[in-house]
């Protein structure tokens, strides 16, 4: 049995913002990175909630066409929701992870071994969304749906593929994928598990064709975008939310070539990082921590020699060169914080933030650069340009697994930081 009443989705949307929806083009740009969320599930025999009324006005959804009833509502504060379009016809590849979290109360949730196998995942399109703001089932929806984490109620069909559903919600890791992406493991119910039902029969003289997915969704699997474009731009059709990540240009030095990039914090915390073991900090509001270019920025404000603590896994700055982040302004100046790298056995150079050039400034926001060299105890200065080999005789290249931003100083201090990464 569920033990919480899962969030209310919105059900209704006018008929003429339906046709609309219906030729609105999903981004066709992918970042693949994974990021760290939780999901909760709706739909199935004895649920209110029914998997056929969402708020992308698509009614009953054939289980054979598209994704099928593998379908998902997201967070309407979630750092990539894209209010224009309700991010209708979107595809996220879902997997379980077994974690710790809270719900927006602060009650703990243990679910770090209710997964049926982490490496399975599950793609699912948005036909609904799971509003913050919902008053008629406000408890539940301020819960999961107001922004503490980055949150997706699932359909059941899909949930049960993950974990059972007597868990109510979960851990996972996701990321946009195209919507006939195949996951290299694909989840599927497990054997002798009860399948899901649907209390919801299919309308009289029903047959597939009928399903409106297939304005997006083609017979051969892909993106269908049909209707006549001839008097629209392609900006005009295409979801205003993209995300992009340049990639360094590759440099040849004696060490090897650049890596690709490794993003830390963008929107979110990615996939294996986590800012657990951080001391004297206090979290800011969803609605005050907006990065510099829209999307959700990591603002706390740190007590006297209060510290966010990055946590990430062995090797993560291995063969990199570069730490890159934005860091805030406060009263147009930089933050008198620190930064720097550690492992289990130690810590290696920390780097005041203030002395140091900053590469842009860009809406009160400003663009730090650091060579990773310059955390090492044995190089001068940002060291000799090449890639990290650690910081000292016992901290190698592959120990160090941890970035630390620390408030110089006894009073209390701001810290907004943004699209954090290494390259």
Not at 120 to 127: E, G, I, L, R
Not at 261 to 269: H, S
């Amino acid at each position: 049995m569920v033990p919480f009443k899962p969030a209310a989705v919105v059900r209704l949307l006018p008929l003429a913002v339906v046709a609309l929806l219906l030729h609105l083009k999903p981004s066709m740009c992918f970042d693949f990175q994974w990021h760290t969320g939780r999901a909760t599930h709706y739909g199935g025999e004895g649920d209110p909630w029914s998997i056929h009324n969402g708020h992308c006005a698509y009614g009953y959804l054939d289980p054979n066409v598209g994704t099928g009833w593998d379908i998902c509502a997201p967070s309407d504060q979630n750092w990539d929701y894209d209010a224009s379009t309700a991010s209708c016809g979107v595809c996220y590849e879902i997997a379980c992870q077994g974690m710790d979290f809270n719900d927006f109360y602060g009650n703990f949730l243990d679910r770090k071994s209710v997964c049926y196998d982490q490496d399975s995942s599950v793609v699912v399109m948005v036909s609904d969304i799971c509003p913050c703001y919902y008053p008629s089932n406000q408890y539940s929806n301020k819960r999961w749906c107001c922004g503490d984490m980055q949150h997706f109620d699932v359909s059941v069909f899909a949930f049960q593929k993950l974990a059972d559903v007597k868990w109510g919600v979960i851990g996972i890791k996701y990321r946009r994928v195209p919507c006939d992406h195949q996951p290299y493991k694909k989840a599927y119910l497990p054997s002798g598990a009860t399948p899901a039902k649907d209390s919801q029969s299919p309308p009289w003289n029903w047959d597939s064709s009928k399903d409106k997915r297939w304005a997006l969704w083609s017979k051969s699997q892909s993106w269908n975008f049909g209707g006549d474009s001839s008097s629209k731009s392609d900006s005009q059709l295409t979801s205003s939310v993209t995300v992009t990540y340049e990639q360094p240009q590759q440099q040849s030095t004696s060490v090897g070539q650049q890596s690709t990039v490794t993003n830390a914090y963008y929107g979110g915390f990615m996939q294996g990082w986590t800012d657990s073991g951080s001391w004297s900090i206090s979290k800011w509001g969803r609605d005050a921590s907006w990065g510099f270019d829209g999307q959700q920025a990591y603002c706390v404000t740190l007590s006297g020699y209060g510290g966010a603590k990055f946590n990430a896994w062995s090797g993560v700055f291995s063969s990199k060169r570069t730490l890159e982040f934005y860091a805030r302004q406060n009263n147009g100046g930089t933050p008198d914080i620190s930064v720097k790298l550690a492992s289990p056995s130690g810590t290696c150079k920390s780097i005041s933030l203030q002395p140091r050039r900053f590469d842009d400034n860009k809406g009160g926001w400003t663009r730090f650069q650091i060579p990773l060299k310059a955390f090492d105890w044995r190089q001068s200065g940002d060291g000799d340009g090449g890639a990290f080999s650690g910081c000292s005789d016992s901290i190698n290249d592959w120990s160090a697994d941890t970035l630390f931003f620390v408030n110089n100083w006894g009073g209390n201090q701001d810290l907004c930081l943004d699209q954090v990464k290494i390259f």
